[in-house]
């Protein structure tokens, strides 16, 4: 409780800022690479439920050419631009949510936050749970589907319906497990993880 509480949110702030600072050359670089190769914005603001089912902007870099339409993508989605391809494979795109971290609205580890539309799924007295802590950049469940896209056919058909039935239900009881069994070490743990699955 005493990590949840007090160690976890200043170690969010700290490495947070500290990331951002060392980070900050690549990131502008980043920036401006996005804005000559795909225009304007470079940063990608959209509505996710966060701590208490609070609404906030998650902050990403910019990777596909629209955003309209079905909120899941997939492999070969045609909206995702060729450096925004680059940028996901890396979760380089997920970066700028350093600065959410940093205002307060996510953690380092955590539930993934969802979309509205999608979080509602998650309603209900049985998963508010998840909404007890702040959502994550990475987490257990993120983990596990880092690359969710896979699951879903080429030409993107029925991925509501994959989501919902099989990878929605996974990640609520992967979530639920984190937020049960949450520490320091647990932490440090995902962390590690995250980096291993995305250069390892």
């Known amino acids: ?8 949110p200043l170690l969010d702030l700290l490495v ?3 990331s951002a600072i060392v980070l900050s050359p690549f990131l502008v670089i980043t920036a401006v690479l996005i804005l000559i190769i795909d225009g304007p914005p470079v940063i990608f603001k959209q509505d996710r439920v966060g701590i208490n089912k ?4 998650i902050l990403k870099f910019k990777t596909m050419k629209e955003s309209s339409g079905l909120l899941l993508s997939y492999d070969n989605d045609p909206r995702v631009t060729r450096l925004g391809r680059l940028l ?3 979760k380089i795109d ?12 996510m953690s380092i580890v955590g539930p993934r936050p969802e979309v509205p539309k999608l979080a509602q799924k998650k309603f209900g007295r049985k998963y508010d749970i998840i909404f007890s ?7 257990l469940s993120s983990v596990e589907y880092i690359n969710e896209s896979k699951y879903f056919p080429k030409n993107g058909r029925n991925r ?22 949450l520490s320091f070490t647990r932490d440090a ?12």
């Open 1 to 8: 409780m005493i990590y949840r509480t007090y160690i976890k």
């Open 16 to 18: 947070s800022l500290m």
């Open 54 to 57: 609070k609404h906030f902007n």
């Open 88 to 90: 996901r494979k890396y």
């Open 94 to 105: 997920e970066l700028p949510q350093l600065f959410n971290v940093i205002s307060g609205q």
């Open 133 to 139: 802590v702040k959502p994550g950049i990475t987490g």
């Open 160 to 181: 509501y319906k994959i989501y919902f039935s099989k990878i929605l239900p996974q990640k609520i009881k992967l979530d639920i497990q984190y937020i049960n069994e």
């Open 189 to 200: 743990i995902i962390v590690l993880r995250t980096i291993s699955k995305l250069f390892g």
